[in-house]
């Protein structure tokens, strides 16, 4: 399995990105995707994950209402980030997991692949 993160980047607060994970080795459609991030300084931490179908979504209570993840045919998964703030700076990295969904979404136990990262960094 492997994951391709890009999209990150510079962009001020209050401003939109979109990060997108490129799938290839797995069959797309038996995986749950997930978004996790590491800010400096900090540990990782669960952003958002997103059902084999797509029908089901979670995120963590600091992005909700925020960020949107979604997944296509094209065996990708996004990350829209809008109204972004400086403490959303952090290197962000997609993840995959056979299991579909669990008692806890936002944990990283889960997930056995994972992909190298992009950073995002929200200037003030």
């Known amino acids: 399995v492997q994951l391709q993160a890009s999209g990150g980047g510079l962009v001020q607060a209050g401003g939109s990105l979109r990060l997108s994970c490129a799938a290839s080795?797995?069959?797309?459609?038996?995986?749950?995707m997930g978004w996790f991030r590491r800010a400096p300084g900090k540990e990782r931490e669960f952003v958002a994950t997103i059902s084999w179908s797509g029908s089901l979504t979670y995120y963590a209570d600091s992005v909700k209402g925020r960020f949107t993840i979604s997944r296509d045919e094209r065996n990708t998964v996004y990350l829209q980030m809008n109204t972004l703030k400086p403490e959303d700076t952090a290197i962000y990295y997609c993840?995959?997991?056979?299991?579909?969904?669990?008692?806890?979404?936002?944990?990283?136990?889960?997930?056995?692949?994972w992909g190298q990262g992009t950073l995002v960094t929200v200037s003030s």
């Open positions: 080795g797995l069959t797309f459609s038996r995986y749950r």
């Open positions: 993840a995959a997991t056979t299991v579909n969904w669990s008692n806890n979404q936002a944990s990283e136990n889960d997930y056995d692949s």
